[in-house]
């Protein structure tokens, strides 16, 4: 990993390191616009092409429905069902708590204001499943679309080469008691959730993170459709601000698990010790080879790199620039310095909280904003899965209390039928 003295970088130097890649090649943008194109021209002709040709499977249907579901999901072994059952009840325990119902508010006498919750109708999730099969995002997506009560909920994930999805993906279906999944991938599943096809139905939502295609579709059908998105959750990242006191061996690997996800990913270590950033290399060297996915993790850290801070304040003031899909304070004083922390998608405390926990079971969302867009996005809640409509209600009292004042505002901006529309109430 190369290493920098985060005070030798000028401001452009910082920039560039926080710089990820928003915007990905011309190549992937282009191929993207055509596959929106086609999908939205020939539907369903178009999907199953594009299995052919990106997911190298010749499918008989787009989808596979309930008995097929409940047969694959009958193949897992109990421990692996287990497994699953308590990340299900964790990520769902957590989430629960997040459909709270609002205080209603007299603003004044006689003038009501309120908020009430309402699920968005048609959601779409996107579960990757290009070089890793992610059952755990279908948890995290389909537990608060569930508890939002969302009305439909369209699924799509990759084919597998046998035409079928995965067992697990089968398992959680049935956990969640979806009874269809659409084997779509790509940026093909997102156009046809955003156009909808003769098979698949078009939603008001899509949700779920992906590689580049998928992400950079989403995005596209954001501007240019009214199907909304989450939120643009690519290529995963952690950043790591580490003291003496962190463990070598802990700290590099949380830096694999991340780089493990893709070519793409990154992983960056922010350290006031440079014997621990030395020490986190040779762990790296240790760790890395014996990986079954050594290769992928090889290129993203070669892609990472790392900062040498002279302070705490230092590196939290560099991962706040940085703005982490996953940040992990491996330090003694981390209590005294969350505060601190103004950008991040999910944040881990201290040497024994593994992002991995974050990632399957701990209840917290894993679909979260990368390359830097956690300075603006939240991850995937339940809040994601609804909409606030605001509510407003007026006595005879209130009209009287209010009326002056809309009258008033109406005749400044010039706008005389909305001052009519007080004036004709207060006769
Ligand atoms: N930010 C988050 O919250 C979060 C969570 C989980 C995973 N992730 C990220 O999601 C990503 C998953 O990526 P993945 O590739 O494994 O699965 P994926 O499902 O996102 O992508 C696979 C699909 O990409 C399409 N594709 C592949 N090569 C293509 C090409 N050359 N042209 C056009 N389309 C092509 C294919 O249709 C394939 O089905 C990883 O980068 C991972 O880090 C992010
Ligand atoms: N770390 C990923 C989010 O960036 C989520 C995930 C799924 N499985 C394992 N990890
Ligand atoms: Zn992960």
């Given at each position: ?318 991962s706040?620039?940085?703005?982490p899909?996953h940040l992990i304070l491996?330090?003694?004083?981390w209590?005294?310095?969350t505060?601190?922390i103004?950008?991040a998608g999910s944040v881990f405390l201290?040497?024994?909280t593994?992002e991995?926990?974050g ?5 917290t ?63």
């Amino acid at each position: 990993m190369k290493r920098f003295n985060y005070s030798d970088l000028s401001k452009a130097a910082i920039q560039k390191l926080v710089q990820r890649n928003v915007d990905p090649a011309e190549e992937i943008r282009a191929v993207v616009e055509d596959v929106i194109k086609n999908v939205r021209a020939n539907g369903d002709k178009a999907l199953f092409d594009y299995a052919a040709k990106f997911d190298k499977v010749e499918l008989k249907s787009l989808f596979i429905e309930k008995d097929e579901i409940g047969q694959l999901a009958s193949t897992l072994q109990p421990d692996q069902k287990q497994a699953l059952q308590m990340a299900y009840d964790n990520i769902y325990k957590f989430h629960q708590t997040q459909l709270k119902t609002e205080d209603k508010v007299e603003t004044m006498p006689g003038v009501t204001c309120w908020r009430e919750l309402r699920p968005i109708e048609k959601v779409g999730l996107y579960i990757p499943g290009g070089t890793a099969v992610l059952p755990s995002t279908f948890l995290m997506l389909g537990i608060p679309a569930q508890i939002a009560g969302c009305h439909e909920i369209v699924v799509c994930s990759p084919p597998q080469r046998n035409g079928k999805v995965n067992a697990y993906i089968a398992y959680v279906a049935h956990l969640l008691g979806i009874e269809k999944i659409y084997l779509i991938g790509g940026s093909q599943a997102i156009a046809a959730m955003a156009y909808g096809t003769e098979s698949i139905p078009k939603v008001d939502k899509i949700f779920g993170p992906g590689n580049q295609y998928v992400t950079k579709a989403k995005t596209i059908i954001q501007s240019t459709t009214n199907t909304a998105i989450d939120m643009p959750a690519g290529p995963s990242e952690v950043l790591v601000i580490a003291d003496e006191s962190a463990v070598p061996e802990y700290v590099a690997a949380d830096l694999l698990a991340q780089a493990e996800h893709g070519v793409d990913s990154q992983s960056v270590l922010v350290t006031t010790s440079t014997e621990l950033a030395e020490k986190v290399q040779a762990e790296l060297t240790k760790q890395l080879p014996v990986l079954p996915r050594a290769e992928i993790a090889g290129k993203a850290i070669d892609n990472s790199y790392i900062v040498i801070t002279n302070t705490l304040d230092e590196a939290m003031d560099f991962s706040n620039q940085y703005a982490p899909e996953h940040l992990i304070l491996a330090t003694a004083s981390w209590r005294q310095i969350t505060g601190n922390i103004i950008n991040a998608g999910s944040v881990f405390l201290g040497n024994l909280t593994p992002e991995s926990a974050g990632d399957y079971a701990s209840g917290t969302n894993h679909t979260l904003p990368t390359s830097a867009y956690a300075r603006a996005y939240s991850g995937v809640s339940v809040d994601s899965f609804v909409k606030k409509i605001t509510f407003q209600h007026i006595t005879p009292d209130g009209i009287k209390n209010i009326g002056p004042t809309v009258e008033t505002l109406a005749e400044l901006e010039g706008l005389q039928a909305h001052k009519n529309a007080v004036t004709v109430r207060m006769k």
